[in-house]
């Protein structure tokens, strides 16, 4: 059954340095999108990208976040400058379109990013 | 209480028992889906209904949704200690915003 890939399950990383995290979506899927999850708290929405171009983004995902399609397959979250902040479960998600319809999000088994 | 939100907050329950978890939301929907998660790990996708759908099962869950009351509930019949886990609920708005908001989740504990 095709999955959601993410690198590197862990990351650790000094405040103020870039992290890139990487996902591969599933194949035939056209949707994808970021949402992180800090450690006891809800899961938030971050980012939606779709045809190479942000649909959609939360008031979290501010200047010191990008997103980018470097190639077919891969898609990723950069961090600028990490703060401590930002020390979270960070999950890729895809989903299929199909017309207008909104479909099921699939999601990745997430990234632990810790900053220190 | 905020979109998606979920009742009980915890709810524990003996092997061969059925779970019912509640979910509420405030605004108006596209869709419902519910996850679960494992401590620590990714979210599975359990199953999604529509605004327009009453009803749906897969397999042991049988999820409802009443728009009208802006409520959701997740059924899971002959729990299993596999099924221990954190069920959320997250809504889709639509109008072109696919942005799932999740609540806060019921911890499932089934006892074996």
């Known amino acids: 059954e095709p999955e959601v890939t993410q690198t590197p399950s862990h990351q650790v990383t000094q405040m103020g340095q870039e992290v890139i995290l990487r996902c591969v979506p599933i194949?035939?899927?056209?949707?994808f999108y970021w949402y992180r999850q800090i450690l006891g708290q809800k899961v938030e929405f971050l980012v939606s990208?779709?045809?190479?171009?942000?649909?959609?983004k939360s008031e979290i995902f501010d200047d010191q976040f990008s997103v980018e399609r470097p190639d077919g397959s891969n898609f990723t979250l950069k961090i600028r400058s990490t703060k401590l902040e930002d020390s979270a479960m960070y999950f890729c998600?895809?989903?299929?379109?199909?017309?207008?319809?909104?479909?099921?999000?699939?999601f990745g088994p997430g990234t632990r990013l810790t900053v220190l | 209480s905020q979109q998606g939100e979920e009742d009980p907050q915890a709810l524990s329950i003996q092997e061969g028992e059925n779970a019912t978890m509640n979910c509420s939301y405030k605004?108006?929907?596209?869709?419902l889906q519910w996850y679960r998660q494992n401590s620590g790990r990714g979210l599975v996708h359990l199953i999604l209904?529509?605004?327009?759908?009453r009803e749906k099962h897969s397999g042991r869950l049988r999820v409802t949704l009443d728009t009208s009351k802006k409520s959701s509930s997740l059924l899971i019949t002959a729990s299993r200690a596999a099924d221990t886990a954190s069920y959320f609920c997250?809504?889709?708005?639509?109008?072109?915003?696919?942005?799932?908001?999740f609540g806060s989740g019921t911890r499932l504990q089934v006892q074996p």
């Open positions: 998600a895809s989903s299929e379109t199909s017309g207008g319809t909104y479909n099921e999000q699939f």
């Open positions: 209904i529509r605004s327009n759908e």
């Open positions: 194949s035939n899927h056209l949707y």
């Open positions: 990208f779709y045809n190479n171009e942000i649909s959609e």
């Open positions: 605004t108006s929907i596209n869709n």
């Open positions: 997250a809504t889709a708005p639509g109008t072109g915003r696919r942005a799932l908001t």
